[in-house]
C-alpha cells in the first residue's frame, strides 16, 4: 500500500516538472522568438516621432522631458511613463501617445492657456521683462513660457499677491488671486467682455479688488458675489453710453447710494487745454502834414501824397 501510494506521487511530481519544464521552454521560446522578431528587428527602429501642440511647446521641449529620441526600438519605449512625463510640464493640459507600427510615434499636446500674469510685486510695467511674473490659466496654475507670444503682452495682471508663494507648475491658494481669476471668467462671459476690459487687479488688499480697465475706468469689487456686483457695474456702464459719458471711479462695495464719478467730457479737457485768443489789433493809417520849420520839399517829392503814420485802434467788441 505504501509503495504504491510512492508510485502515485512520484507520478504526479514527475507531471508537474514535466509542465513546469515545458511551460519554461514555451515562455524562453516565446522571449526569444519577441527579441528576434520585435525588439531587436530593424524593421520596428522608431524613426519618425511626430508633435502637436496648440501652444508654444517646442518639440525639443517636449522630446527631452519625455527622454524620447529617434533610433531605439519603438516597442521599447514605455507609452504610459512618456505620457505622464509630459503631463508633468506646467504648459501641459492634456497628451496623448500614440504608437503607430512599425516606427512612427504621435504625440498631440493641448496646453494650458494663459488668462493673465500675477505677481507680488505692487505695481509691474513690462510683465515680459519681470523674473516675479507668471503666466496662470483659468485654474490658478503657474507657468513660465520659454516663448512668450504677443498676445501675452494684452493679457490683464494680478498685482499684489504678497501672501502667495508663486513657482512655476504650483496652482494659486490664496483668496485673492482666486477671487481674481473668478472675475476675469465671470467677466468674459457677458456684455462686460467687450465694454469692460480688464487691464489690472490691485488684489493687495484683504478687504477689496481694485480693477482697471481699458479705458482707465477704476471700479472697486468686494470678495463676495461676484456676480451681483457684475450685474450693477453692467447697469451703470448701460447708463454711461445712453448718457454719453465716460465712468471715471465705481464703488461696488457699497450696497445703496453708490459712490460713482464720471470723467470729464473730450469737448471739455480740449477747451481746458486751449488759451482764449487775444483780442487782434487793427493798425489803421492817417495822413501826417509836414510842420512850418521844415525846409520845402524837394521836386521829386512835390507831387507825391503825404507820408502816413499807423496808430493802433482797439477794435470796439459787438455783442
Not at 505504501?2 to 516565446?30: D, K
Not at 502637436?52 to 511613463?81: K, M, W
Not at 454719453?244 to 471711479?249: W, Y
Request: hydrophobic share 40%.
Amino acid at each position: 500500500m505504501a509503495e504504491h501510494r510512492a508510485r502515485r506521487a512520484l507520478a504526479v511530481l514527475s507531471r508537474v516538472v514535466l509542465l513546469a519544464a515545458l511551460c519554461a521552454a514555451i515562455y524562453a521560446g516565446t522571449r526569444e522568438a519577441a527579441r528576434r522578431l520585435f525588439f531587436e528587428n530593424p524593421d520596428y527602429t522608431l524613426k519618425t516621432i511626430e508633435f502637436q501642440t496648440d501652444g508654444s511647446l517646442q518639440r525639443e521641449q517636449i522630446l527631452n522631458a519625455a527622454d524620447l529620441h529617434e533610433g531605439q526600438n519603438i516597442f521599447r519605449v514605455n507609452l504610459a511613463r512618456v505620457h505622464d512625463l509630459i503631463e508633468q510640464l506646467p504648459q501641459t493640459d492634456e497628451v496623448e501617445v500614440v504608437r503607430n507600427l512599425p516606427s512612427e510615434i504621435d504625440i498631440r499636446v493641448v496646453e494650458r492657456k494663459p488668462v493673465a500674469w500675477i505677481t507680488t510685486e505692487k505695481e509691474i510695467s513690462d510683465p515680459f521683462a519681470s523674473d516675479s511674473a507668471f503666466l496662470v490659466d483659468a485654474r490658478g496654475v503657474l507657468m513660465k513660457e520659454k516663448k512668450l507670444l504677443p498676445e501675452y503682452l494684452g493679457l490683464p495682471v494680478i498685482v499684489g499677491c504678497s501672501s502667495e508663494s508663486l513657482e512655476v507648475g504650483k496652482v494659486v491658494e490664496s483668496p485673492e488671486a482666486k477671487t481674481a481669476l473668478e472675475l476675469l471668467r465671470l467677466s468674459a462671459r457677458s456684455f462686460l467682455q467687450m465694454r469692460f476690459q480688464i487691464r489690472e487687479i490691485d488684489a493687495s488688499e484683504s478687504y477689496r479688488l481694485l480693477v482697471t480697465d481699458k479705458n482707465h475706468s477704476r471700479v472697486t469689487f468686494g470678495y463676495n458675489d461676484l456676480e451681483t456686483q457684475l450685474r450693477r457695474l453692467e447697469q451703470f456702464l448701460v447708463y454711461c453710453d445712453d448718457s454719453k459719458q465716460e465712468l471715471a471711479t465705481l464703488n461696488l462695495l457699497v450696497q445703496r447710494n453708490i459712490p460713482v464719478t464720471f470723467a470729464p467730457r473730450a469737448a471739455t479737457v480740449i477747451n481746458d487745454t486751449i488759451e482764449p485768443a487775444l483780442e487782434p489789433r487793427i493798425m489803421k493809417a492817417i495822413p501826417v502834414h509836414p510842420s512850418e520849420s521844415r525846409p520845402p520839399p524837394s521836386k521829386a517829392r512835390i507831387n507825391s501824397k503825404p507820408p502816413l503814420r499807423a496808430i493802433p485802434i482797439q477794435r470796439q467788441k459787438t455783442d
